[in-house]
């Protein structure tokens, strides 16, 4: 039997030992109780430090079959363990598309064997996430898809979203939307405005997102189905979320720490860290992403990491890949920007990074408690620190957050009793 003791960890206002067997939560004692039936266990000490949930992520790209030169699901999921993830939610973008039955199985295998942490797997909607006709949603339902995306693509008929919707609705899945009208794109760059008319850079019209959630909230209306939205980053995707949800419409939304916390007004020159699709967006739409992320139009927060070689993100915004990495940075800068300015509680944002995520795709819930699955994460709060990429796992070094100054580093992680990752 897996038998681990985690000593002297500071859960709420008490410091405990806490024991878990196999991938259960069996004892949660003050540390200064007499229990010392601990003998066979492996040990380890928090030294203190504060035990949370684990920390979920509902979108990660672990590029893994056929894009391993990026990341596999071996160093992304240790990345995810790194900063302190126990669960993940896989994007289908991998080569092959995950878009049919064969496909998926093959991903689940590789999932169950491959990653140090709980990896749920998305399938696509469409045929390799371009064609027109739509994947078998009703056999990768039944495997175990945990939900259905294109994401790295908006689906651009309603035709197919329809069906799609119609369709998940039925097998009791959520459709997840990279919401991205092609032809409002312009071969832009990034968000088409102010900033990338100075720097004389091709923009991308954010029209293209919210013109395709409102097609998009109207079919979710009118089917039923969950709706997922996919990195919202526009003041007007906000607005339509905040009045579909008035209306009854059961859309959930995550936006990336990036959109919160960067914005198209500090692209101050031509930078391939700055390139990540949806762009960084103006000023106000990042205000009134922390305003829905706030009043809860937004439900949580997920990082989007997409880890890119050197050779794919260096050079010119122009010829350079889209996206970013972020698993081993969103907690610390969510947690420094939030919750250490005093914005809001350590708990609120553990409902935007661990409850609602799980909630919102109806799992059970991470929790510290006797007879809950083992997912936890230890992090020493206090400890200050500069972002720095060599210190990074994953094979993604492509972040525009190097240098930041930060607080919080994961000490242990511990997903379905498995320690994932330690000090
Ligand atoms: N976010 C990105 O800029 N890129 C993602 C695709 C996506 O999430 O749309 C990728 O797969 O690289
Ligand atoms: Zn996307
Ligand atoms: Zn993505």
Redesign the pocket.
């Known amino acids: 039997m897996n038998k681990i003791l985690l000593k002297n960890a500071k859960l709420g206002h008490k410091l405990v030992n806490i024991a878990i067997e196999n991938d259960i939560i069996v004892s949660i004692d003050e540390v200064d109780s007499k229990h010392s039936e601990f003998n066979d266990y492996k040990v380890f000490d928090a030294l203190g430090n504060t035990v949370m949930p684990g920390l979920v992520d509902v979108?990660?790209?672990f590029r893994d079959p056929g894009l391993t030169y990026k990341e596999t699901i071996k160093t992304g999921s240790y990345a995810a363990a790194h900063g302190g993830f126990t669960t993940v939610f896989a994007?289908p973008?991998v080569k092959p598309v995950v878009d049919n039955p064969q496909a998926l199985k093959n991903m689940l295998s590789k999932n169950s064997t491959d990653s140090c942490i709980k990896t749920y797997q998305y399938a696509s909607i469409s045929s390799n996430l371009d064609k027109s006709d739509n994947t078998d949603i009703a056999a990768m339902a039944e495997l175990g898809a945990i939900a259905f995306t294109n994401?790295?693509h908006g689906v651009q008929t309603a035709g197919v979203m329809y069906k799609a919707m119609l369709e998940a609705k039925k097998h009791n899945k959520a459709i997840v939307a990279?919401v991205e009208d092609d032809s409002l794109i312009n071969n832009g760059v990034m968000n088409a405005g102010q900033a990338a008319e100075k720097l004389g850079l091709p923009g991308m019209n954010s029209l293209s997102e919210s013109s395709q959630l409102a097609r998009d909230l109207v079919l979710a209306y009118k089917t039923g189905v969950h709706y997922h939205v996919?990195?919202i980053s526009t003041a007007e995707s906000v607005t339509l979320v905040r009045i579909a949800k008035s209306m009854g419409v059961h859309v959930t939304a995550e936006v990336s720490p990036h959109h919160l916390l960067l914005d198209d007004s500090m692209i101050s020159m031509d930078n391939p860290m700055m390139k990540m699709?949806p762009p960084l967006r103006s000023p106000k739409d990042r205000a009134a992403l922390i305003a829905g992320l706030l009043d809860g139009t937004i439900d949580m927060v997920a990082t989007?990491?997409?880890p890119h070689s050197q050779e794919e993100k260096t050079g010119s915004m122009l010829t350079a890949s889209f996206?970013i990495v972020g698993l081993e940075t969103a907690f610390s800068l969510m947690y420094t920007k939030f919750v250490k300015s005093g914005l809001v509680s350590l708990n609120t944002l553990l409902n935007w990074m661990s409850y609602k995520p799980l909630k919102a795709f109806d799992l059970a819930i991470n929790k510290i408690e006797i007879g809950a699955k083992a997912n936890l994460t230890v992090m020493d709060l206090n400890h200050a620190y500069q972002i720095d990429a060599s210190q990074f796992v994953s094979k993604g070094k492509n972040s525009p957050f190097i240098g930041e100054k930060v607080f919080g580093k994961t000490l242990i992680t511990i997903s379905k009793g498995n320690v994932a990752y330690h000090i």
């Open positions: 979108h990660v790209h994007m973008n994401d790295g990279h996919a990195h699709n989007d990491h997409a996206g």
